[in-house]
């Protein structure tokens, strides 16, 4: 039995592991976006996560463990106004799972 509940944790922690990955991906995307003058605006910012999420999708790192990500964050950013800026909550997301992470 104490092997399946290894196993069991080497999944999940992949899993997070994935994840944590997946916030770092995107926020880097952002960041070299912005600084390239492709991002101006939080509108431009929105549409740029949303095409990057898109191709996301079928990038084999992120799926299917980051398939709830992708799902959450196109929701979340289509329920808000456009102007919203969702940097912020993406870093709050990267620094509190990398912070758990380190634990």
Known sequence: MPALKN???AEVNQGFDTR???YFC???AVGLSKKQGR???NRQKNAFIMKWLKN???VVTF???ASSEIDWLRA???RNPPDRDPEPVLQLIYQTASEMKAQ
């Open 26 to 28: 995107i926020l880097v």
């Open 7 to 9: 196993d069991i944790f």
């Open 56 to 58: 996301a999708r079928r």
């Open 20 to 22: 944590v990955h997946f």
């Open 76 to 78: 979340e950013i289509l």
């Open 63 to 65: 799926n299917p463990v």
């Open 39 to 41: 991002i101006t605006s």
